[in-house]
């Protein structure tokens, strides 16, 4: 609880203008691990506000998003050391998800990225098979890049939208975009799934 106050206290600092930029780097990059949403949205807001610049934001938010998916992968390499899972899982059934995985690699990893849900199983089974470290931390880094990328500019550019159409601020406008995808998208995936529930 101390740690995630003190992050707090870094942020808030951040965002006034207070802290160095290797401060805001380390709070973004722990935020993704956190909440990657909000990390962008800082990141963007940050870079927009001149306190950091744009290569060093989204490197920071990148490089955070990737440490965190790879940990995912470490997780899944931990999770063979479980006798239960390495009873249950490991053998054939192993064998063939590693075959599959290594056949679909890219498309499974750029899928994981976009997809809510499908990364803590994908990129934990990617570990957890032995899929090589290397081609998935090539596929996870090229995955980010895109991922992280398309998003800011994708805040810049309907941020500037937003800022002339309404008026807002620019760190208000830019964040906007960001926060909304954040709220709407678990909230479409909730009406849906309650919809599929309540079809007969």
């Known amino acids: 609880m101390t740690a995630l106050h003190e992050i707090g206290n870094w942020f808030a600092m951040a965002l006034d203008g207070h802290a160095e930029p290797w401060v805001i780097v380390i ?21 927009t506000q001149g306190m950091i610049s744009w ?6 938010v990148g490089g955070g998003i ?21 009873r ?3 053998g054939e059934r192993s064998d063939w998800a590693r075959n599959r995985l290594k ?9 994981a990225r976009v997809i809510p849900g499908l990364r803590l199983i994908t990129y934990t089974g990617c570990g957890f098979v032995g899929v090589a470290l290397v081609p998935f931390c090539l596929w996870v880094a090229f995955a980010v890049t895109l991922w992280t990328g398309g998003l800011y500019f994708f805040s810049v550019a309907a941020g500037s939208v ?8 620019a760190p208000v406008a830019v964040a906007l975009p960001i926060l909304v995808l954040a709220v709407a998208v678990p909230l479409v995936r909730a009406i849906r799934r309650r919809r599929s529930i309540t079809t007969p």
């Open 162 to 169: 937003l800022s002339q159409l309404f008026g807002l601020p």
């Open 88 to 90: 249950r899982f490991i």
């Open 27 to 47: 709070v973004l990059a722990l935020t993704t691990l956190l909440l990657e949403d909000l990390a962008i949205a800082a990141g963007v807001v940050l870079a």
């Open 55 to 60: 290569s060093l934001s989204l490197a920071a």
């Open 103 to 111: 056949q679909q690699l890219p498309s499974a990893i750029l899928l």
């Open 66 to 86: 990737a440490l965190g998916d790879l940990g995912l992968y470490a997780l899944g390499v931990g999770a063979t050391r479980v006798p239960w899972l390495q």
